[in-house]
Each structure stands twice: as C-alpha cells, then as structure tokens.
C-alpha cells in the first residue's frame, strides 16, 4: 500500500473528514487517520507518496518537497490548489486532484435559489412586509416581479457557471452566457444563449458571476457594464468579490435603481461602516454558498473516491491541469 498522509487545519480536518469517507481512505493507502499535518515543520515524510489536503494546507515547497522525495500525488478536499500546490510540486510531475466540482454543487444550488427569488422580488417583498404588516396588491407594486420568461444572465462557463445554466433549464427562463473562452455551439450546449459582454448586462434582469479573479477579471464589472442594467435589475456574486467595482455597485444601489445579492464582497467582510449593509436593495450573505454544514461530505467523499482511484493505478476523475490554472479560480 502506498502511504499517504493528511494536511490541513485541524479544524478543517474535524469538519470535513467525516468517518466513512476516511474509512474508504484508510482502506485505499496507507494512512494514519490520527493524524494531520497543519503544518510540515518536523513531519515525517520520507515515505509520503500521497498528501490529502484541506483548507489551511501550507505550501508545499521545495523545502518540503525535499523531504518528501517520494510524493507524487496531492488529492485536495476543496476547490482552488492556487494557495498550496507550488511551481515545484508541478516541474515535479506530481499528479493533482481537486474537489472543485463536489463544491460547485452547492454554489449554484445558490446562485440558482437567489435567481429564482430576485426574479420574483422575494427580498423587496420581505422587506417591505415586515415594515408594514399589513397586506398589499403585490402585483400593482411590484408588476415586473416573476420568473415567467425572465431573462438570466451568466458570465463565465465556469464548472459553477455550467451547473447553473444546467439547473435552470427546467424553469421558463431565457438564459444568456458570456464566455469568451467557450464556443457559441457549447454555450448552446449548455441550454444559453451565447452573447457578447455588454449583452449580457443590458438584457437581462437577473446577472449572475462565474468568472475567476484573475488580472484580467478584476473589477471587470466596473461602472460601465452596471449602467448597462436596466432599472431593477439584479446582480448576483457568489464568485469573487474583486469582480466588481464596489464603488460603483455603490452609487448604484443607493440609488434604487440596482439591486445586489452578494456572498462575497471586497474586502470580506465589508467595513462596518459601509452603506451596503443597511441598503435596502442589497442582501449580504457571509460566503456561505459553497460547502458548508452537512455539504462539507460531499467533499470528503469526492476525497475518497479520487484516492481509490489513484491507489487502483487509474487516473483522477477530476485533475487539475497546470495549463488551465491562468484560466481558473
């Protein structure tokens, strides 16, 4: 049996490592379940030939992985490698799995009940309800309210991107995509409409961000694509919160004339002095759309399989490619 070890916080490791999942582990390698790296000072791994990694992994170094001369697999339990898989890991040729996907899952699990309720007014409606107590015409003060038709927009065919057109083609929405890395045949494909950058924000009443943070990317949606908005609409982040520019989300929601579901914002969290807290027509999630509570399974599980995988000589279900790193989270 191969050994492998575990690397992660110690509390990461509490709350995603479930039992059956490391059960499946401890089956496939060699391994100390006890035991977890959260750091690699004064850890054995001369016979490490597979690390299991988490949030809080350090960086695998050349340090490190002179001491580790034997490694060549790390199979990480979340999504981006970017914070602990170094230039030397790959000039090493070391094999890298990551649980990107499982993640995405519960993103656009998100992102598609935010659509849905932004499209139907849901926090406008909550809000105004519970100020007043009293019932209205819903219908005469919010006539535009409703997903019957409505337009989505989508920029980034990201693995979250893709789940989202995917969820939403049951629902009688159009859905738009920008993503100028992907064909137009496999933006339709995926249920969407191909169309350019400016399209996406001018037609639809719903906006939602799957691009990565990149050089590229940052502050992408600037004042410009938000005045592209038409009155009412929604921008929904569950990306990064360096895709916008704060400052112009800013004028536009103070103004009533945007509205805005953000589970990421920058900084994160925002100062608590900022207006968009108390903006009635924004809704601040603490970046709770990917993995969390009874989720973080999913992950370990995604773990598990990818280790059993690579024990039986087979390849990952879901590897990370250095090549495509520029282009992903």
């Not at 499982?102 to 998100?110: D, F, L, W």
């Not at 916008?244 to 990421?264: P, Q, T």
Request: charged share 25%.
């Amino acid at each position: 049996m191969a050994r492998a070890a575990f690397a992660m916080a110690t509390r990461t490791a509490r709350q995603v490592l479930h039992p059956a999942a490391v059960e499946r582990i401890a089956a496939a390698v060699d391994i100390d379940p006890d035991v977890v790296l959260d750091g690699f000072d004064r850890a054995d791994l001369a016979d490490v030939e597979l690390l299991i990694t988490g949030w809080g992994c350090a960086p695998i170094s050349a340090d490190v992985l002179a001491a580790a001369p034997r490694l060549r697999a790390i199979v990480h339990t979340a999504g981006t490698v970017r914070n602990h898989v170094t230039e030397e890991c790959w000039e090493r040729g070391i094999v890298v799995s990551s649980a990107a996907a499982a993640n995405a899952v519960p993103v656009a699990e998100y992102a598609v009940a935010m659509i849905l309720l932004a499209g139907k007014r849901v926090p406008e409606i909550a809000r105004w309800f519970r100020a007043e107590r009293v019932q209205q015409d819903w219908n005469a003060l919010f006539p535009e309210a409703g997903n019957y038709r409505a337009t989505v927009g989508l920029l980034g065919a990201s693995l979250i991107g893709r789940r989202v057109a995917d969820l939403l083609r049951p629902f009688d929405l159009e859905v738009l995509l920008h993503d100028p890395y992907v064909a137009d045949t496999e933006v339709r494909g995926l249920g969407a409409e191909p169309v350019g950058l400016d399209e996406v924000f001018a037609r639809s009443g719903v906006v939602s961000l799957h691009a990565p943070l990149l050089r590229e990317t940052t502050g992408m949606v600037d004042a410009r694509l938000l005045t592209l908005m038409r009155d009412g609409a929604t921008l929904l982040n569950t990306a990064r919160g360096g895709l916008v520019d704060h400052a112009a989300l800013e004028r536009e929601v103070l103004s009533g004339r945007l509205r805005a579901v953000l589970d990421v914002t920058t900084p994160e969290p925002l100062p608590a002095g900022s207006p968009l807290w108390d903006c009635d027509g924004v809704l601040i999630t603490p970046h709770v759309a990917g993995s969390k509570g009874n989720e973080l399974r999913r992950l370990a599980d995604a773990a598990a399989d990818e280790v059993e995988r690579w024990a039986a000589g087979r390849p990952f279900a879901h590897p990370v490619r250095r090549e495509l790193l520029p282009l992903t989270a």
